[in-house]
């Protein structure tokens, strides 16, 4: 699915303009996607990679792909690629694949986020209290931060 059809109302070239910016100062390198996956077996992939002790390493390599090198994360290809370069066992994460094994457990923490009212992708949760919703600048995490702290001292 398009992105633009999807989301109409964002401005793509000034989101990925401050994207760009804000990732600079971490090496984060954006390239212009415009297209939206199917994430679905990419979660279930990430749920592989956490029982298998490789979690941030795949996810770094899946951020990557999908966002720097404009790659379909929902294809099984990309994600066995991605996943035999995390040294993890593409053949096994197939299987997995084939049998849904982390569906349920993505239906579960789905069905939770939507009982707590987060319906959007990025939320950060901070001290079970504040939520900070979508692409922020770090001032806003900095203040938010500052307010926890002040509010235990």
């Not at 990430?46 to 996810?59: D, I, T, W």
């Not at 790659?71 to 096994?92: N, P």
């Not at 009212?117 to 079970?128: E, R, W, Y």
Request: charged share 25%.
């Amino acid at each position: 699915m398009l992105l633009a059809e999807s989301l109409p109302h964002i401005d793509w070239d000034e989101l990925y303009g401050r994207l760009r910016e804000m990732g600079a100062p971490y090496a984060k390198v954006f390239s212009d996607v415009r297209f939206l996956p199917n994430s679905h077996e990419a979660l279930q992939a990430g749920e592989y990679a956490l029982e298998h002790g490789r979690f941030e390493h795949f996810n770094e390599a899946v951020f990557r792909a999908y966002f720097t090198d404009l790659q379909d994360i929902g294809s099984r290809e990309v994600l066995a690629g991605l996943a035999g370069q995390c040294g993890l066992d593409a053949g096994d994460l197939g299987r997995a694949l084939d049998e849904n094994r982390y569906g349920a457990r993505l239906r579960e923490a789905t069905g939770m986020a939507r009982a707590s009212g987060i319906n959007s992708a990025p939320t950060f949760i901070i001290d079970n209290r504040y939520a900070v919703v979508g692409m922020q600048p770090e001032g806003r995490f900095r203040q938010l931060l500052r307010t926890i702290t002040g509010s235990r001292a």
